[in-house]
């Protein structure tokens, strides 16, 4: 059983940055595809970013140019390092796993099998 833990969250003034963290533990981490998730109080979870085993990256539209997503698998962590950031990128930031996922369903999370507790991104203007 995987266990994702995130951190890195916190308050930053629009324009700033912050870079979160997914750690993994009880799996083959480089077998996984994680994804970014997010999640605002009445609104659905939405796709943020995924890397891929092979390191093959996807992004929201609302998240190219701005966030970068990459790996380490000796540390069993990915990052998100989130730059430019607005209000809008207020929400819980969720990161999510799984071993299997095919490449069409990578932006919906209910393919996902592993999540982390969530960590709390809040952006002022």
């Known amino acids: 059983q995987v266990q994702l833990v995130e951190s890195g969250g916190g308050l930053v003034q629009a324009g700033g940055s912050l870079r979160l963290s997914c750690a993994a533990s009880?799996?083959?981490?480089?077998?996984?595809?994680i994804a970014w998730f997010r999640q605002s109080p009445g609104k659905e979870r939405a796709f943020v970013a995924a890397?891929?085993?092979?390191?093959?990256?996807h992004y929201a539209d609302s998240a190219k140019g701005r966030f970068t997503i990459s790996r380490d698998n000796a540390k069993n962590t990915v990052y998100l390092q989130m730059n430019s950031l607005k209000p809008d990128d207020t929400a819980v930031y969720y990161c999510?796993?799984?071993?299997?996922?095919?490449?069409?369903?990578?932006?919906?999370?209910?393919?996902?099998?592993?999540w982390g507790q969530g960590t709390q991104v809040t952006v002022s203007s």
């Open positions: 999510a796993g799984d071993a299997e996922i095919i490449l069409s369903s990578i932006p919906y999370h209910v393919h996902y099998d592993y």
């Open positions: 009880g799996g083959t981490f480089s077998r996984l595809t």
């Open positions: 890397i891929s085993s092979t390191r093959t990256t």
